[in-house]
């Protein structure tokens, strides 16, 4: 049993640091080839096909991953059904997204691929659930990491043949629609029930509906500043702004992977004194955080030069905006924590109507702020991150006192 818990652990990091690297690397050479005005495009058209499609899929490879652990008498049922759900969230979804994309100024034909690319690799998950409930988590991280070098290696290979940015997305979508039939042709047909369940998508739909409350929590913490910045700022400027709020982004996820490990532990708390420990605990990893926006900051030059080296000369202001923006980072973890907190206390719905609220009052701050002052983006997103720092936190604290 450890020895299994040890292999999945292997797995599990390689997968992340793999998903993360190639993430990366394909940003970079992006951003060098096409520039930065078609990578702020790129990244913002992105972030709202995340937001989109975070709600589209409602947590559902969570969902049949829970049942299916729990041997549900309906398990055999749960693939098709959830697929089905999905599919039909898709096309409401696509409805929704022809307004948005215009009051948004964004690029319709790209944030559509995206949402499709992102509604496949939902249905990816929901297949490698059969995996996961098992405990299985190498065979699922087998095919995520052969999966994402695939992509890796092919969207390179398209770049430097001078193929266009749409050709790029394209071929994303075409991968995940390959590896999710591999994912569901890998499961026994024994396990599989393909006739449509009304009662099953009953189940799965009411399930997700309060799973995806802290996963479209967490979608908004992520990419809504992304969103934002692109209705203030266009060409090579929302690239550069874009580039360094994604490197905020990329740190905060690798700081952010270690705090799931406490949703088991907080699971099992039993009393006030035992939760009121944890949090005294993670007090400390929201000090020590500050250690990496500090750091930065009195290495920007460095990574001025390296920033400049990699991704050309169009991003030279990168390090500066990001040695600011990162200052944020301390708040967006403890936003993390506080959303891990709830969702193992079952306070989810307070906190996605804290959430809600704290980014429509986002949207007036980058309104207000963009009116006057010196560096208006850095101040809305570090200002933006603070208020729903400061909106989760009384969320938590109301619920549970």
Same mark, same amino acid.
């Given at each position: 049993m450890i020895n299994n818990w040890k292999k999945n652990t292997i797995y599990i990091s390689l997968m992340q640091f793999i998903l993360l690297s190639v993430n990366f690397f394909l940003i970079t050479i992006i951003s060098r080839v096409y520039g930065a005005e078609m990578y702020g495009e790129y990244a913002s058209s992105k972030s709202l096909s995340v937001l989109i499609g975070t709600a589209a899929v409602m947590s559902l490879a969570l969902v049949v991953t829970k049942f299916l652990a729990q041997n549900n008498k309906s398990s055999k049922s749960m693939f098709q059904n959830a697929y089905a759900l999905i599919l039909r969230n898709l096309l409401m979804s696509l409805i929704i997204l022809i307004p948005l994309t215009l009051i948004l100024k964004r690029d319709l034909p790209m944030t559509i691929l995206f949402l499709i690319g992102f509604v496949f690799?939902?249905?990816?998950?929901?297949?490698?659930?059969?995996?996961?409930?098992?405990?299985?988590?190498?065979?699922?991280?087998?095919?995520?990491?052969?999966?994402?070098?695939?992509?890796?290696?092919?969207?390179?290979?398209?770049?430097?043949? @001078?193929?266009?940015?749409?050709? !790029?997305?394209?071929?994303?979508? /075409?991968?995940?629609? =390959? *590896?999710?039939? %591999? &994912?569901?042709?890998?499961?026994?047909?024994?396990?599989?029930?393909?006739?449509?369940?009304?009662?099953?998508?009953?189940?799965?739909?009411?399930?997700?509906?309060?799973?995806?409350?802290?996963?479209?929590?967490?979608?908004?913490?992520?990419?809504?500043?992304?969103?934002?910045?692109?209705?203030?700022?266009? @060409?090579?400027?929302?690239?550069? !702004?874009?580039?360094?709020?994604? /490197?905020?982004?990329? =740190? *905060?996820?690798? %700081? &952010?992977?270690?705090?799931?490990?406490?949703?088991?532990?907080?699971?099992?708390?039993?009393?006030?004194?035992?939760?009121?420990?944890?949090?005294?605990?993670?007090?400390?990893?929201?000090?020590?955080?500050?250690?990496?926006?500090?750091?930065?900051?009195?290495?920007?030059?460095?990574?001025?030069?390296?920033?400049?080296?990699?991704?050309?000369?169009?991003?030279?202001?990168?390090?500066?905006?990001?040695?600011?923006?990162?200052?944020?980072?301390?708040?967006?973890?403890?936003?993390?924590i506080n959303i891990i907190f709830s969702r193992a206390l079952n306070f989810e719905i307070n906190l996605t109507k804290s959430i809600l609220f704290g980014s429509v009052v986002s949207i007036g701050i980058y309104y207000f702020i963009h009116s006057f002052g010196r560096n208006p983006a850095i101040l809305s997103i570090i200002l933006s991150q603070i208020f729903i720092g400061v909106i989760t936190t009384y969320s938590f604290k109301r619920s549970y006192e």
């Open positions: 690799n939902e249905m990816i998950h929901v297949a490698l659930a059969y995996y996961q409930a098992k405990g299985d988590f190498v065979t699922s991280s087998k095919q995520i990491i052969l999966r994402t070098i695939i992509y890796g290696l092919g969207a390179w290979i398209l770049v430097m043949q @001078g193929f266009s940015i749409l050709s !790029l997305i394209i071929f994303q979508v /075409i991968t995940l629609l =390959i *590896f999710f039939a %591999v &994912a569901h042709f890998s499961i026994p047909k024994n396990d599989i029930d393909l006739n449509s369940n009304t009662t099953v998508k009953n189940d799965l739909q009411a399930s997700g509906k309060k799973m995806v409350l802290t996963t479209f929590s967490s979608a908004l913490i992520s990419e809504l500043d992304i969103v934002l910045l692109g209705l203030f700022y266009s @060409g090579s400027t929302l690239g550069v !702004l874009a580039w360094s709020r994604r /490197i905020l982004e990329i =740190i *905060f996820q690798l %700081v &952010a992977a270690s705090l799931d490990i406490l949703f088991p532990e907080l699971s099992k708390a039993k009393n006030k004194n035992d939760v009121s420990e944890i949090r005294i605990k993670l007090k400390r990893v929201f000090l020590i955080s500050f250690i990496i926006p500090i750091a930065f900051f009195f290495f920007k030059g460095i990574a001025s030069e390296l920033f400049i080296s990699l991704l050309g000369t169009d991003f030279s202001e990168v390090s500066t905006y990001t040695s600011w923006i990162l200052f944020a980072l301390p708040v967006m973890v403890w936003s993390r």
